[in-house]
Structures are given as structure tokens and as C-alpha cells.
């Protein structure tokens, strides 16, 4: 009888250690997403700085294609010797791709970029770096951006840097 008292004691006890290490399982895993909740991608804890950070690099990519865009308008292809166009192609090509894949990154993380022309002018939205003589809009209509705007979700990430109109003086 006493070696059937130590099966069952030996058994109880495995039982218990069994259950046991699928305690100790659930526990690490319970710590762990503690620990991985602490170490996330600083830029979804802090999206404003790490936005803000790359708004001066997605305008300059903007700013590179418009001038390679305005000098294709002054290029004649026809007398081109050197292979330079299909060079400057390539080149426009890669910085638009740039340009829209920063842009749809934004998106991802909710920075959207507005153009705010011809709506009114509004602080919160818009900073007035010039004022445009213009008959054909209301006075403080936005007539031109200098730099976009972004928001993030419904937040103003970076007001649009505008040139407002007012009244034309006679």
C-alpha cells in the first residue's frame, strides 16, 4: 500500500509542476507584452516630432521636381548630344516616387498634407508670409502657397506658409 501512497504523492506532484510551468508560461508571456508595449516605434508615442522632422525633406523633393519639370519645359530633346535628357527623366522619375512613397508614409501614420488655395485665411491654419494686391477674390483669400500644410489625424502639424489677397488700392 505505501509504494501506492508514493505513485499517487509522485503523480499529485507532477500534476502540480505541470501546472506550474504553464503558469510560469502565461506569466512570461504576460511580461513580455509588457515589455514590448514599452518599446514600441518611438514615432507612433511621438508622431509630431518625427513628422515635423521630415517635412523640410518631403518640400525639398517637391521643390527638385518642379525644377527639373521647368527646365524639361526649356530643353529642346531634339539637340540633345550628350543623353542628358533621359538622364534628367530618370532622375524627375526617382524623386516623384521618393516624394509620393513620403507621402504615403504620412498617410499611414495619419500627416495629411493640404494645399489650402483660395479658401479664406484662417490663423489656425495658415501662416501669412505676403499680402497680394487682387481684385478678382475677397480680401483675405489665400491666392498663393509657399508651403503646404499637414495635419496629423486633426491636428495642425505645420500651418501652410500663404500670401493672402487684399483690396486693390485705386
Known sequence: ???NVGISILSRICRNLSGSTLLVSRLQQ???SVLSSQFTN????????GSQSLLDVVDNLGRASSVVKESF???DASKDT????PLL???LDGVEMTEKQ???AFKNFGVEKYDPTNEPFDTHWHYAVFQVPDGSKPPGTVATVLKPGYMLDDRVLRPAEVGVTKEVEN
Open 30 to 32: 504576460h511580461h513580455y
Open 102 to 104: 513620403l507621402l504615403e
Open 73 to 75: 519645359s526649356k530643353i
Open 42 to 49: 518611438p514615432f507612433h508615442e511621438y508622431p509630431l516630432q
Open 89 to 91: 527623366k530618370t532622375l
Open 82 to 85: 550628350s543623353g542628358a535628357v
Open 1 to 3: 500500500m505505501e509504494g
